[in-house]
């Protein structure tokens, strides 16, 4: 659903505008079996989940890219994966919750939960922001959004990620702000020029609860 909003355009499920990224995305991942980019962001094998309340982000760019991924905790093997790589000059984040799950031979499955922002004046605050989504729920409103950019001829947003594992006239969309409320996102890798977590709380335990969803 598409209405416009304070000169913005809302979508009620943000997944519906992450479409045309992952098929990008699965684009370059032919181009990569045929040997024509080279993946060169390697990452853990495990994904994370993350939970927010509301992320304000101005300066906002989404494109298909390629992670390079390793197949378990072992390290012995990658895979290449399609991501929707979502970037933001500047965000803000209310009430965020990230969490990952670990098995651990012999011990069991382990989480790990952070949770930081959980007061409205004092969010957590990134610049240059990299989110490497793999899923991603939320109702999210946009400010002057251009969709079906090039990546290479983009204007919002920080610089490309990197240019080896992206396609330079691949499908991208950008917006002069993005908010997104009720956000429920898995990822692989999030980079950020800063990131600044106000009122940090972190644990380990073994109770699938600690989860953020």
């Known amino acids: 659903m598409e209405s416009q909003v304070r000169g913005g355009t809302r979508w009620k499920r943000f997944a519906v505008v992450m479409v045309p990224s992952v098929a990008a995305a699965a684009c370059v991942g032919v181009g990569l079996a045929q040997g024509a980019l080279a993946a060169s962001f390697s990452v853990s094998g495990q994904q994370f989940k ?12 989404q494109y298909g890219g ?3 991924v390793y197949t378990s905790t072992e390290g012995k093997e990658k895979k290449r994966v399609p991501v929707a790589i979502s970037s933001f000059d500047t965000a803000t984040i209310t009430k965020m919750c990230q969490s990952v799950k670990t098995d651990i031979p012999f011990v069991g499955s382990i ?35 251009d969709i079906g950019v090039a990546v290479k001829d ?23 702000s993005a908010d997104l409320y009720g956000v429920e996102q898995t990822a692989w890798a999030t980079s950020a020029g800063t990131f ?9 335990g073994a109770d699938p609860k600690m989860e953020c969803y």
Do not use: C, W
């Not at 990299?130 to 999210?140: C, G, K, N, P, S």
């Not at 600044?196 to 380990?204: I, Q, T, Y």
């Open 154 to 176: 983009k204007t919002r947003g920080p610089a490309n990620k990197d240019g080896a594992t992206t396609l330079p006239g691949g499908f991208a969309q950008q917006a002069e």
């Open 111 to 145: 989480y790990l939960r952070l949770e930081a922002g959980n007061n409205p004046k004092k969010p957590v605050e990134a610049e240059n922001l990299y989110i490497d989504v793999a899923q991603l729920d939320a109702d999210a409103e946009f400010k002057n959004i």
């Open 50 to 61: 993350v939970k927010a309340s509301h992320l304000h982000g101005e300066g906002f760019a």
């Open 66 to 68: 390629i992670d390079s």
């Open 196 to 204: 600044k977590l106000s009122g940090l709380s972190m644990r380990l």
